[in-house]
Each structure stands twice: as structure tokens, then as C-alpha cells.
């Protein structure tokens, strides 16, 4: 490889990790300890649409303009909605998900990787996607000062003593015009590479549709206004695994299965296993996603950049995973009191994101052109702001500030020599840190 081109994959791994690392730490005045507060009856709810008219060729475009309008208050009211009827095949669905279930039920050193004629699966600064263990990951790490300063005490020592309690892989873009390292897959389970490609495909296909709408509902004058800045995108695939918690290892106090967090580029699409995420809203109190078993609908949320796109017209939601009940299994072999229940949960989030080299400037009618414009979507006397909050910017560049301020020191991975070892039941196996930006874990 010439010196211009490693330059170029070098630039890309570090972009890679800033796109799969998307999500911010969300920090407030108030301690989220996990527990989850009440939400009075009288506050937003997340809704369930049916998306159909913008998946099909048929509907008229006042049918679609009618979904778009749906979509558009939820996200402006909660940043949070549930898509149903949204044309995604059962099949390519239940094969990702069964894959990603057998992939994660792997002993440690077939997930990780590596070794005498192995390629290496764990995530590093080089290769950012990829595997990361149990506990390797805190979504509340990394917080600027001025964080840390509006943080409660107990959230900040909480989250410095325990990492998430979560395992996740996860690949990014097919298209080696996105200029990220291309996917990289175990050797088993062997559907799996098959599986999460034609999974991920469905994910654009989704995507795509979803950004007609986001269109409609902002009365942007061309449904496809998105569409060239995502032909080369950057996006990713990450699987989340939760595992069984009981009393016989509780967590530590203030740690969650998934810590208090924004998501960094244009919108989430999350296939869910389980019951526990959360949202946060203006009011400080947390509302309960929807969760039914067996329901077939994703949970699609904003970014951070879709809120800037929009000049905060529109929320990006801080949101986490909170752990359930010790006792209360949410599984199908779960057993009226007993403390190991099946409460296991695993989740599938696509990071839907831009071209790296998009321009991304306030969108034109979130700004008010005369006194008498209202906001997209809105009633008469709903004023738009007169002036843009936010600077133009560069896609790329705005993911990587959001990387800076909050994910310094997120791939330590000093701890992996202890549980590898625990694992193999072998002191002392030979297990080499980051050196020179790469892992190499021999087993």
C-alpha cells in the first residue's frame, strides 16, 4: 500500500470508530441511577405509524404527505416513533437476528478473534468495528468539563467504576466509495455474513424512504432532497447483546445496561428483543419505550445532526436501557419468582448516516423567510427562528467533534488480559494491549 493510500485508510479507521461509537453521553443535573421515575399521563407519547404509504409505489402523495405529517410531531414533540407495515421481509429479519443470537452465544475467543491464522474481530483504533465485550463500553464516558460539572457526583463515579453491561458487534458500509474499513466477519456462524448483508440492505432500502418523509414533513420542495447526501454513506450495523442478570451478580450501583445517551448522525432504526429503553424528556422524567413481544415494528430515533440540520426544530432524545427487575424475567422460560429468569435482551440499531462530505446547513424552511412563517408541519402562529444557530459544517466533521468531547479513552482495553483469562481458565495466557493502534489477543 503506498504512503498516500495507508494515510487515507488510517483517516477512514478513525472516522469508522467516531461512526460507530454514535451516541453522545447525556448528562444532566439529576442522577440516573437506573431507576425509572413515573411518567405522569399528561406527557408526550412515542407513536406507532404505520408507514406503508411511504414504502409503496401506489399511495397518493396525500397519503404520504399524511404519514410524513406524523412523523414530523413525533419528532418534534419526543425525537421517538415506532414504524409498523414498514415492508421489511420476516425472513431477512429473523435470519440477522437468529445469526447475531448464535454469534454472541460463542465462547470469548471465537467472538474476539485473531491468533495463528485468524483474523482479528475485536474493535481497535485501526479497526473500529468489529467486537467489544462485555463491559468494554460506557456510553456516559468521556464527558467534557463543563459535563462534569452539571453531572451528579454519584453518575460520574458510577460510570468511571463500571463499563455497560453489554457486548456488541457491529460492521460498517458495504461501499468502498464510503471510504471506512469494509466488513469483517467470525468464521462462525456461517450465515452470518449472508444474513447481516442482506439485513443491512433492508436498513438502506428503509432508510431511504424514511428520508422521504423526513422531506414531506419538512415541505422541502423534492421528496429525494436527501438522497445525494447518503450515496455514499457512512453507516452501520451494531448488534447489542444484554445478558442474564440476577441477584447472584447484581450490577453496581448507577450501572445500566445502557448508560444515558444522544446517537450522533440523522436517525436510528432499532429491532428490539426486550423491554427497558428508555427516552428523556424536557420535564427531566423518563418515558418507557413501547415494547410488545412478537410485535413486528423498529424504533426509530433522531441524532444529534438531524437536530442541528433542522435547527433544533426537531429533537435529537437523550435515551438509555435500564436493567430489569432482578426476579421478573421477561423471557418465555421465565419462572414465577426465581431470581434467574430469562431477562436477556438483544437489539439491532442501524446508524443511519451521511456522506462524510456532505454539507449539512440549516434546512431552509426551518428558518423563517417573513414574520408570517410557521414551522413545517405546525399551525398558523407558530413562529419559525429568524436566524440559524448552528454554522454550516461537513458531515465528517461534525461526527468527529462529537467524537472528541466525548469518547476519549473508550477503547482501553487493559481489562480484556482478566477476562479472557477468567474465561479459558488460564493465568497467564499471552494477551497483548493496543500496540501501534492493534490488538492482538493470542489465545
Not at 406507532?48 to 404527505?65: C, K, N
Request: glycine residues 10%.
Amino acid at each position: 500500500m503506498s504512503s498516500p493510500m495507508a494515510f487515507a485508510h488510517m483517516k477512514a479507521a478513525r472516522f469508522a470508530l467516531i461512526l460507530l461509537l454514535c451516541h453522545h453521553p447525556w448528562t444532566s443535573g439529576s442522577s440516573d441511577d437506573g431507576e425509572a421515575p413515573t411518567t405522569p399521563a399528561s406527557t408526550p407519547h412515542i407513536p406507532v405509524i404505520d408507514i406503508w404509504p411511504l414504502r409503496s409505489p401506489g399511495p397518493s402523495l396525500e397519503a404520504r404527505r399524511a404519514v410524513a405529517a406524523r412523523i414530523g410531531a413525533a419528532c418534534k414533540e419526543v425525537g421517538f416513533f415506532l414504524v409498523e407495515n414498514h415492508g421489511v421481509d420476516t425472513r431477512v429479519i429473523a435470519a440477522a437476528w437468529n445469526a447475531t443470537r448464535e454469534f454472541f452465544d460463542l465462547p470469548l475467543e471465537d467472538k474476539v478473534g485473531g491468533g495463528p491464522g485468524r483474523e482479528s474481530l475485536l474493535m481497535t483504533d485501526d479497526f473500529p468495528y468489529g467486537y467489544l465485550p462485555y463491559g468494554g463500553e460506557s456510553l456516559a464516558k468521556g464527558k467534557s468539563d463543563v459535563d462534569r460539572e452539571r453531572s451528579s457526583l454519584g453518575e460520574i463515579k458510577a460510570s468511571a467504576k463500571a463499563g455497560d453491561m453489554k457486548e456488541l458487534f457491529s460492521v460498517g458500509p458495504y461501499l468502498p466509495e464510503a471510504g471506512m474499513p469494509l466488513p469483517r466477519y467470525p468464521s462462525r456462524p456461517v450465515a452470518m455474513a449472508g444474513a447481516w448483508r442482506a439485513y443491512f440492505e433492508a436498513m438502506e432500502e428503509l432508510c431511504a424512504d424514511l428520508l422521504k418523509g423526513f422531506a414531506l414533513a419538512l415541505e422541502l420542495e423534492d421528496e429525494r432532497w436527501f438522497a445525494g447526501k447518503t450515496d455514499r454513506h457512512a453507516s452501520s450495523l451494531r448488534a447489542l447483546n444484554y445478558p442474564q442478570l440476577d441477584s447472584r451478580a447484581p450490577p453496581a450501583p448507577g450501572q445500566l445496561r445502557a448508560s444515558a445517551h444522544t446517537d450522533y448522525g440523522v436517525l436510528t432504526v432499532l429491532r428490539s428483543g426486550g423491554a427497558g429503553l428508555q427516552v428523556k424528556l424536557l420535564d427531566g422524567t423518563w418515558l418507557d419505550v413501547p415494547y410488545e413481544p412478537g410485535k413486528d415494528a423498529f424504533v426509530i430515533n433522531l441524532g444529534d445532526l438531524m437536530s442541528r440540520w433542522t435547527n433544533d426544530l426537531w429533537r435529537s432524545t437523550p435515551h438509555r436501557v435500564v436493567n430489569p427487575p432482578l426476579g421478573a424475567g421477561e423471557g418465555p422460560q421465565a419462572l414465577a419468582g426465581q431470581d434467574h429468569q430469562d431477562n436477556r435482551r438483544q437489539s439491532l440499531a442501524y446508524f443511519c448516516n451521511l456522506n462524510m462530505d456532505a454539507e449539512v446547513s440549516v434546512i431552509p424552511t426551518c428558518l423563517r423567510a417573513d414574520q408570517s412563517q410557521s414551522q413545517p408541519g405546525s399551525r398558523p402562529g407558530s413562529p419559525l427562528p429568524a436566524r440559524a444557530k448552528y454554522a454550516p459544517t461537513k458531515a465528517g466533521d461534525h461526527l468527529l467533534a462529537k467524537h472528541l468531547a466525548s469518547t476519549k479513552g473508550v477503547l482501553d482495553d487493559s481489562w480484556m488480559q482478566g477476562l479472557l483469562e477468567e474465561e479459558k481458565g488460564a493465568v497467564g495466557a499471552p494477551v497483548s494491549g493496543l500496540v501501534g493502534g492493534t490488538a492482538r489477543i493470542e489465545l
